[in-house]
């Protein structure tokens, strides 16, 4: 049983609802959330019926779409999931879907070549792949880097949507450093992807800063309606990342002139995979090259250069090389006999 884009977005809304933790459901409460997301996503103005709303809610609890949603109902009026652990995004997608979306896959596959479908290659690529291996479980001919321990990926696009149509957010979120988590209202800007990780960019209501949070620390967040938006003025998102390596900077940040020496048996390597788009070749000979990068200085940068081992020193600036060389210091102390 397929299930069509209209009723997509009304099981998907639900879900969104019945697993938010912030707040309490009443059916009332669903039936506005599931037009709201409809008109936004549809512009279709006439809303939803109680009566489809409620068959929603049996369908999802049954085994017609391989939900068995466990969905309850406490003091009468109020709906959640039973197990808060639970989604319909956890679900293995019927044989109906497989078929639909092996459809949409093949007219994708029809724009390759085309220079405004470049960069979806690899999607399209890996959508092919993973329809593949759910005919073809004990078979895969690609293999791509990622995480599958890697949390907060489901935050990806209720937050991109949320950027999209401007929408504050109360956020609970729990840094590496922090105990216990906390919650606070932000406004997000920005959504961007480091070495398989997701972070989203907000300034906190009453904040001044920008703030750059991990979306595997993100343990739930939920829009506010009738909280206004502030947009952050005075900075360029698209090219706020450009001037250095990873997502750790402040606004005052700003990219210094970073000089490398790389041996010879690495240069090959960092000529052919640069550093950062800012890098020149400056000196070449045989005991390898001279490059540099234009980039601020911060913990993501040190973790790179450090990677590279005894292959790469740095020469400039003399901070830089200071605190590489400590750190270096310490790493062989601890392989020191005491």
């Known amino acids: 049983m397929s299930v069509n884009k209209l009723a997509l977005i009304r099981y998907k809304t639900i879900d969104e609802c019945l697993k938010n933790r912030f707040r309490k459901w009443t059916l009332d409460d ?54 808060p652990s639970y989604s319909i995004t956890k679900v293995p997608i019927n044989s109906g879907d497989v078929e639909k979306m092996k459809e949409i896959v093949g007219i994708l596959k029809q724009f390759n070549g085309f220079s405004y479908f470049d960069e979806m290659s690899e999607m399209i690529t890996k ?44 956020i609970e979120y729990r840094s590496f450093k922090a105990q216990q988590p906390s919650r606070n209202v932000y406004y997000p800007y920005l959504l961007k992807e480091y070495r398989n990780r997701w972070f989203l960019l907000v300034k906190a209501r009453g904040g001044k800063a920008l703030v750059t949070m991990a979306l595997d620390r993100i343990l739930d967040f939920q829009e ?44 090959p390597y960092v000529l052919t995979k640069p550093l950062h788009h800012s890098q020149q070749l400056l000196s070449e000979d045989g005991e390898g090259v001279v490059i540099r990068i234009d980039v601020v200085l911060n913990f993501e940068l040190e973790r790179e250069i450090l990677g590279f081992g005894e292959c790469m020193k740095v020469l400039s600036p003399r901070l830089l090389a200071s605190r590489i060389k400590k750190r270096l210091v310490q790493s062989a102390e601890q392989y020191e006999e005491k």
Request: proline letters at 3%; hydrophobic letters at 35%.
């Open 30 to 83: 669903i039936i506005e959330r599931v037009a709201q997301m409809i008109y936004e996503y549809e512009g279709i103005t006439s809303g939803v019926s109680k009566r489809t709303i409620q068959a929603d809610i049996q369908l999802m609890r049954s085994d017609k779409l391989g939900y068995n949603a466990p969905i309850a109902v406490t003091d009468r009026k109020f709906y959640s999931y039973s197990d």
């Open 127 to 170: 959508l092919e792949n993973n329809l593949y291996k759910s005919t073809h479980p004990n078979k895969n001919y690609i293999q791509f880097e990622g995480n599958k321990q890697l949390r907060g990926l489901e935050h990806i696009n209720p937050l991109y949507q949320a950027i999209l149509q401007k929408k504050a957010l109360l």
């Open 224 to 267: 506010l309606s009738k909280e206004p938006f502030v947009e952050y003025t005075g900075v360029d998102f698209d090219r706020y990342f450009d001037d250095l390596l990873g997502v750790t900077k402040s606004e005052k940040d700003r990219g210094q002139k970073v000089v490398l020496k790389v041996d010879r048996i690495t240069a």
